[in-house]
């Protein structure tokens, strides 16, 4: 089990919040207006603000040439598929019920580093991948219904979690001796430039004033979800095993769906208060540390 320094505890924790409240908040930013496009303004606003801290924190910019195609890749499956689809997933689902589908992305994350990265997990691991599982089928409890009626929304939504969870791998075996926050500026960057080229191809004829609400969105993904907690994500996923990674950020959905629930009067079942309970078990057995004689 790996314990957490104190930054790496303030950082989840801020994380948690940011990332937690976003749901609805990006549910805001796309009613009625094009998504690809609120996410495209959304990054292009994050990009400067990620390229000051850079040059406040005497950050290096640069990237060796070497080192060009691997973070290309990083970017494809950590940023690019994933900005690019959950957006519109959450245009056609509920705030809530998209974020419980992006964070099935822990669960993709283990079974990849059991079968794909041959990871040994401990039984405290699995045991804390079960239990979160357990707490995304109940916060889907009431739901499924609803959910199959839209599947292209829900089909988005797996996509960009599966492909976010390889992500995650690729990212914490890289060997690229460069700065977590410089590799974060240089993926938003290049996510800036795809997820601009979709939106004008696709919404360009769609594309209408934003109304406050929307502002009020954009700015907030712009500052503390790309300024901040994307750079937050990479260093800990960088520094962390990738199945304490991963399950360390369950509380998000849970955050989602809550605050979805006092934001835009979505009601709130048994199953979403044990979801709350299990996510906490799930984090716990990945974090709590183990015994000295254990250890």
Request: aromatic share 12%.
């Amino acid at each position: 089990m790996h314990k957490l320094s104190p930054l790496q505890w303030t950082l989840l924790i801020l994380l948690t919040l940011i990332w937690g409240i976003n749901w609805p908040v990006m549910k805001l930013g796309v009613t009625g207006f094009p998504p690809l496009t609120f996410r495209m303004m959304c990054l292009w606003l994050g990009v400067p603000i990620l390229g000051m801290a850079l040059v406040a924190m005497k950050v290096p910019f640069r990237i060796p040439r070497i080192h060009w195609r691997e973070l290309m890749v990083l970017a494809v499956f950590n940023m690019i598929i994933w900005n690019a689809f959950i957006i519109l997933a959450v245009q056609s689902l509920s705030s809530g019920r998209a974020a419980i589908l992006g964070y099935t992305m822990p669960m993709f994350s283990a079974l990849l580093g059991a079968w794909v990265f041959s990871d040994q997990l401990a039984k405290r691991s699995w045991a804390g991948v079960a239990a979160a599982s357990l707490g995304v089928v109940l916060l889907l409890w009431h739901e499924l219904s609803n959910l199959s009626g839209r599947p292209v929304g829900v089909l988005l939504a797996l996509m960009a979690a599966s492909t976010w969870a390889l992500g995650t791998q690729l990212l914490r075996r890289t060997r690229m001796s460069v700065p977590t926050l410089a590799i974060s500026f240089w993926m938003t960057l290049m996510t800036a430039v795809v997820v601009s080229i979709l939106a004008v191809g696709l919404e360009r004829t769609h594309w209408v004033s934003p109304t406050p609400s929307n502002w009020f969105a954009i700015v907030f993904n712009a500052v503390l979800v790309f300024g901040f907690a994307h750079a937050a994500w990479f260093y800990l996923a960088r520094s962390l095993p990738p199945v304490a990674s991963t399950l360390s950020v369950m509380m998000i959905p849970v955050l989602g769906v809550f605050s979805g629930a006092l934001w835009l009067n979505e009601i709130l079942h048994w199953q979403d208060w044990a979801a709350v309970g299990l996510m906490t078990a799930s984090i716990a057995f990945v974090l709590w540390p183990a015994s000295k004689k254990a250890a």
